[in-house]
Each structure stands twice: as structure tokens, then as C-alpha cells.
T-cell receptor, first 114, second 110 residues
Framework: DGGITQSPKYLFRKEGQNVTLSCEQNLNHDAMYWYRQDPGQGLRLIYYSQIVNDFQKGDIAEGYSVSREKKESFPLTVTSAQKNPTAFYLC?????????????FGPGTRLTVT | LAKTTQPISMDSYEGQEVNITCSHNNIATNDYITWYQQFPSQGPRFIIQGYKTKVTNEVASLFIPADRKSSTLSLPRVSLSDTAVYYCLVFSGSARQLTFGSGTQLTVLP
């Protein structure tokens, strides 16, 4: 089955540590996205990538970094500079960035930093 | 990006038709309207997209009046499993990102 996988489902870290969230897709999509969702809120875009070796900042990129070395992988690193990292993180992909509305989402990773 | 306004929450009963209206007064000529559904602790799922008049698929219908300042998502004969948050998004054809608001929490009661 084609889809998007995110691992792990739950992640716990101590404050001051960097942590990397995994996102893999086998849909052969060019575009990939990372969102953050806080309780009772909508999704906010962190970064997106239109193609391999390219990525653009979204609305809340500060304290985060990404890489896109392979088409199927788009890992997100939450750095110690992110003030409030505890949140639900969602990865998504679309066939091309021009079809941004047709995003397929992964199951999400719930990060807790104490 | 056009700002959208939708009700925070709605209740319905099983078997009823549910209509969720979204207001987008400053929608631009090349903007599209799309709706997503999100269950707790899951990623959103694309439901339907439209530009004008009416669009229907196997899940829902989307009604867009001529002035396009609002749109209505219609879910026929809802069941308990339709309980979710529904997001209305407006984006231009050249957009590279989507903006999600807080959505509408639909609760279907037995």
C-alpha cells in the first residue's frame, strides 16, 4: 500500500536536546510538508519541499530544520532553540506543489519535551 | 491568503444531513475552496474541492454561490464515524502552501 509513514508515534525528550522526526512516503510525490498542531488549533506550516534538495520556510520555521536528500524522505529536526516544542507533528505530501490542495497526511508524531 | 470563518462546533444526529458553512468574503478570482476532515490524533484527510457552483463526490457535496463569498459542505446521512473536525481552506492556484484555521468540530449523536 502506498502512503506516508511517520515514526515514532510518541516521542519524549528532555529540554535542550535536539530531536529528529522521520517522514517517509512511497507515493512518488514531489512535494512534502511539515506541520505542527497544538491542542484545539489548526495546522501551522513549518517547512515544505517542492523537490529534492530544495525546501522553503513556512509560517513557523524558527527552531526547526529539515533536509530533502531523497525524494521519499523529509526528516524534521526540532532543535533546542524551539521555545515550545511539545506538539503534534504532521508530515504530508502532494503529487506536485501545484496540487498543494491534494495533500496526503501521515499518522503524526506526538512530541513531548520536559 | 483569503481569511475563512466557520462555526466552532456543530451537533447532529445519525441519519441527518449536515451542512457546514464557511465564509470567505475576500476570496480572489483565482482562489479555490477545499475541505479537509480530521479525526483525533490523525492527519487531515482531503474531502472535496471546488471553484464554483456545485461539486459532488462519493463522500460529500460542496455548494458555492455565484459571488463565491461563502461555501457549504454537505454531508448526507451522517453516522457516528463522521464525528471529526472539518476545515475549510481557500487558496490560490499558484499557492505553495495551505492555511488551516481552527475548523468546525462536528459531533454526531446517536
Amino acid at each position: 500500500d502506498g502512503g506516508i509513514t511517520q515514526s515514532p508515534k510518541y516521542l519524549f525528550r528532555k529540554e535542550g536536546q535536539n530531536v529528529t522526526l522521520s517522514c517517509e512516503q512511497n507515493l512518488n510525490h514531489d512535494a512534502m510538508y511539515w506541520y505542527r498542531q497544538d491542542p484545539g488549533q489548526g495546522l501551522r506550516l513549518i517547512y515544505y519541499s517542492q523537490i529534492v534538495n530544495d525546501f522553503q520556510k513556512g509560517d513557523i520555521a524558527e527552531g526547526y530544520s529539515v533536509s530533502r536528500e531523497k525524494k521519499e524522505s523529509f526528516p524534521l529536526t526540532v532543535t533546542s532553540a524551539q521555545k515550545n516544542p511539545t506538539a503534534f507533528y504532521l508530515c504530508a505530501s502532494s503529487p506536485i506543489v501545484e496540487r498543494v490542495y491534494e495533500q496526503y497526511f501521515g499518522p503524526g508524531t506526538r512530541l513531548t519535551v520536559t | 491568503l483569503a481569511k475563512t470563518t466557520q462555526p466552532i462546533s456543530m451537533d447532529s444526529y445519525e441519519g441527518q444531513e449536515v451542512n457546514i458553512t464557511c465564509s470567505h468574503n475576500n476570496i480572489a478570482t483565482n482562489d479555490y475552496i477545499t475541505w479537509y476532515q480530521q479525526f483525533p490524533s490523525q492527519g487531515p484527510r482531503f474531502i472535496i474541492q471546488g471553484y464554483k457552483t456545485k461539486v459532488t463526490n462519493e463522500v460529500a457535496s460542496l455548494f458555492i454561490p455565484a459571488d463565491r463569498k461563502s461555501s457549504t459542505l454537505s454531508l448526507p446521512r451522517v453516522s457516528l464515524s463522521d464525528t471529526a473536525v472539518y476545515y475549510c481552506l481557500v487558496f490560490s492556484g499558484s499557492a505553495r502552501q495551505l492555511t488551516f484555521g481552527s475548523g468546525t468540530q462536528l459531533t454526531v449523536l446517536p
